[in-house]
């Protein structure tokens, strides 16, 4: 019997636990190994990383054996979670659902993420913008920005960056200062038509500053950007504000001569950080003696706060906030009881919605509450807030794992939770948005039941807070549905969080975000289409009001296999496994719904794993499959198919139908025809100009043909080609294509131009135009 050695031993138990370790480090969840939340966005995962950088960077542990794998680790955690697709894969399936062969396993020097990395990620002041944050926060905002478009690896981007955070500290509230990484978000950059590096433009309107890159000049050029005005206030003008409800909240500097008050820079600033909140006015005490002397204003001039009246004593603007925000009344402090009466308000019908702020003592910011109190009453929206740690079970009711956290408690009981920054434009913006969208709430996984009992039709959308397909899509949720309230549409709109309910979604079957399922009764509709708001509510109404029909095997045969001659067929197999099949089938919906006034025409359905006899019959081996058996045949001995590599819209099938259709439009190009059948014509005409070498021409086309078939027996429709005929073209006025022009007189060319040539429109704006001159038939009266 063999004795091994007592260092024999200890080295095999040395083995023994580093591999254990390294297992244990292999399993570590990559959340909790860069220590943020599984709702972390990008800039919270890049801070994150990099104080772990910094301090497990092999080039600053040479000593130390272990930092090389931490180090790697901690590097192959951030690469996960800052990619959208592979975040997307390790939250569903974990690590093992990463694909190892195309990790690179690199990484930077340690200077690199000391110097370089995340420039301005530690800077309060400076909003860093995603593309999303750029979409919400910016381009959908009227509030002044001044923002820094830069490079991580620009030497010019790194020398500007002490005055940019200098110039950010100085505009702070005042102004909003925001930074985007090129590197990051190049796709943003080219859209916004940024080319080199630093590039500083402010918006609304993305105007390059092109002034020097010095302290005093971007902050004279930030403070030209504060929109907020400063009133000359007559005693006139005090006597009436004081009575005006709607600006309650003024703040009036009383002056006797210029040294008394602010410098003009301090004034432009406090209106600047107090925009929307309270006005700003300067009073001539030398013009208004009697006033001033009436409210005992000092020889040396005095600010005072209305509707209190009280005196502000600083001269600086920051403090001037704060001491103006310390004379308004807070939030109402709100517990569990309140708040359930509250809610039952607004089930039973109450209008007053509420902004609830969830905090936790230790983090409460007075400031921010105030100013949301001030900025949404004119809204007709309360704040409250709640303290979670007195209130912790009801806090948890609603999932709040973080502070603070915004909710909305909406018209019908309903409510939503804020998914973006915690700033007073942020929050503000967002519960003015949600209080109009009262059909749309959170949903948890108790509200869920409702969706599964099948009592009313749902409309629900599962995503995660860092996917940026699922927060593009968020906000046209939300706007579809008022949209669907619009149309009288019976549907609730709501939204899963799947990375606090993953057991929902899991039991949900959600492999992916965002996922979107409209549950109508038991069964449930994937929707695949464009993320518009608009494209959402056909959606729905198509499944409501469905015009395609769903064709059986036997309801195929009587009416298909045994179709009339003067009948069409327009005919979509599909199987609901295949991708392209649910991603076009809205867009086919949508175009049974656009030709179903057309008569003898049918769009129709076929489900191949449910008739899987019938599509076998019919020979159909792909999908989808989109078959149209045309006028002139019995049944389906004649048919057309429509190429895989054609265009899958509603459109473009519209176009493909009407290859198949008598024109209802006359061809009168040439001036002969256009002079005998228009122009000296009692009738009606509405004419279509185009040219053949024009894309927008060739798809405005089909539209024009369908307006011509609504208004057939009213109108006469025809098209001229401009190509041909330039001197009719020029004659008529038309120097753009395509241009439809109604000839309801004998004026000679000019015909009254139609700038909007959507059908609807187009119907509607004839129809008009015929009822004023008694053309409408009788028997449409």
């Not at 995603?130 to 981007?157: A, L």
């Not at 704060?322 to 039973?348: H, R, V, W």
């Not at 509709?525 to 015009?547: C, M, Q, R, T, W």
């Not at 025809?718 to 022009?741: M, T």
Request: one cysteine or more.
């Amino acid at each position: 019997m063999k004795i091994l050695s007592s260092n024999t031993i200890l080295n095999s138990f040395s083995l023994f636990f580093l591999l254990l370790l390294i297992e244990y480090v292999r399993a570590e969840d990559f959340y909790e190994l860069l220590g943020v939340s599984k709702d972390a966005d990008n800039r919270d995962i890049r801070k994150a990383f990099k104080k772990l950088a910094l301090q497990w960077h092999p080039d600053k542990n040479k000593d130390n054996p272990e930092a090389h794998a931490k180090f790697l680790r901690l590097n192959k955690a951030y690469e996960v979670l800052k990619d959208e697709e592979k975040r997307k894969k390790y939250d569903l399936h974990g690590e093992e659902g990463l694909d190892e062969s195309r990790s690179s396993g690199h990484y930077q020097s340690w200077s690199f993420y000391h110097e370089e990395f995340g420039i301005y990620d530690d800077d309060p002041e400076i909003v860093t913008l995603s593309g999303k944050d750029f979409e919400d926060m910016v381009r959908d905002s009227e509030d002044p920005w001044f923002i820094n478009f830069y490079s991580p690896h620009c030497g010019h981007c790194h020398k500007l960056a002490p005055t940019w955070r200098k110039v950010a500290r100085e505009l702070e509230d005042v102004i909003r200062i925001g930074a985007v990484n090129c590197g990051d978000d190049l796709w943003l950059c080219r859209k916004e038509s940024v080319y080199r590096f630093p590039t500083l433009k402010h918006y609304p309107g993305g105007h390059v500053y092109e002034g020097p890159e010095t302290f005093d000049e971007m902050v004279d050029y930030g403070m030209e950007l504060v929109k907020a005005a400063i009133k000359d206030v007559s005693a006139r003008d005090f006597q009436s504000m004081r009575l005006m409800k709607e600006h309650s909240n003024w703040i009036v500097m009383f002056c006797w001569n210029q040294q008394d008050c602010p410098s003009w820079k301090t004034q432009k600033k406090l209106a600047g950080m107090l925009d929307d909140i309270a006005l700003i006015g300067y009073l001539d005490c030398g013009r208004e003696q009697d006033l001033c002397k009436s409210l005992e204003i000092p020889t040396n001039g005095e600010i005072r706060a209305y509707p209190s009246g009280i005196a502000l004593i600083s001269r600086d603007s920051r403090e001037l906030t704060q001491e103006y925000l310390n004379t308004l009344q807070g939030p109402s402090e709100l517990d569990a009881i309140t708040f359930e009466n509250i809610l039952k308000s607004l089930m039973q019908g109450g209008k007053e919605s509420w902004l609830l702020e969830f905090y936790s003592p230790a983090e409460i910011d007075d400031t921010l509450s105030k100013k949301l109190a001030v900025l949404l009453d004119s809204n007709n929206i309360r704040v409250g807030r709640m303290d979670c740690v007195r209130e912790r079970a009801f806090c948890q009711r609603f999932f709040v794992h973080k502070y603070p956290t915004y909710m909305m408690l909406k018209d019908g009981g309903g409510h939503e939770i804020h998914l973006g920054r915690p700033g007073v434009h942020s929050v503000g913006q967002f519960a003015k948005k949600s209080s109009t969208a009262t059909a749309f709430h959170n949903l948890n996984p108790t509200d869920f039941q409702r969706v599964q009992d099948g009592s009313s039709l749902w409309f629900v959308d599962f995503f995660a807070p860092w996917c940026p397909p699922c927060m593009h899509l968020y906000p046209e949720f939300r706007r579809a549905s008022n949209l669907a309230q619009e149309r009288d549409l019976q549907v609730r709109f709501g939204v899963v969080d799947c990375t606090i309910h993953y057991r929902l979604c899991n039991q949900e079957r959600i492999h992916s975000y965002p996922s979107t399922i409209l549950y109508n009764g038991s069964i449930p509709h994937h929707y695949k289409g464009p993320h518009k708001a608009e494209s959402l509510v056909d959606f729905v109404h198509n499944i409501l009001n469905p015009v395609a029909i769903d064709l059986t095997d036997e309801l195929f045969e009587r009416r298909v296999h045994s179709k009339k001659e003067d009948e069409i067929w327009v005919i979509d197999y599909y199987a609901p496994w295949c991708g392209p099949c649910m991603a076009m089938q809205s867009e086919f919906r949508k175009f049974a719904q656009m030709v179903k006034d057309i008569p003898g025409v049918y769009v129709g359905e076929v489900n191949c794993e449910r008739e899987r006899n019938l599509c076998h019959n019919n020979n159909i081996h792909s999908y989808p499959t989109i078959r149209l058996y045309p006028r002139g045949s019995q049944g389906i001995r004649t048919l057309a198919q429509y190429y895989p590599q054609w265009q899958r819209n509603a459109k473009s099938f519209q176009s493909w139908l009407f290859q198949f259709l008598p024109s209802n439009v006359e061809d009168i190009s040439g001036m002969d025809t256009f002079h005998a059948k228009v122009l000296k014509s009692a009738d009606v005409w509405l004419v279509d100009f185009y040219t053949p070498w024009c894309g927008h021409c060739n798809m405005y086309a089909p539209e024009f043909e369908s307006i011509a078939q609504s208004l057939k027996g009213k109108v006469k429709a025809g098209k001229v080609n401009c190509e041909q005929d330039e001197s009719l073209c020029h004659a008529a006025g038309v120097n753009a294509y395509p241009s439809v022009l109604l000839y309801k007189e004998k004026n000679g060319f000019h015909g009254v131009p139609l700038h909007n040539r959507e059908a609807e429109f187009v119907v509607s704006f004839v129809e008009a135009q015929l009822k004023a001159r008694g053309h409408l038939q009788r028997d449409e009266l």
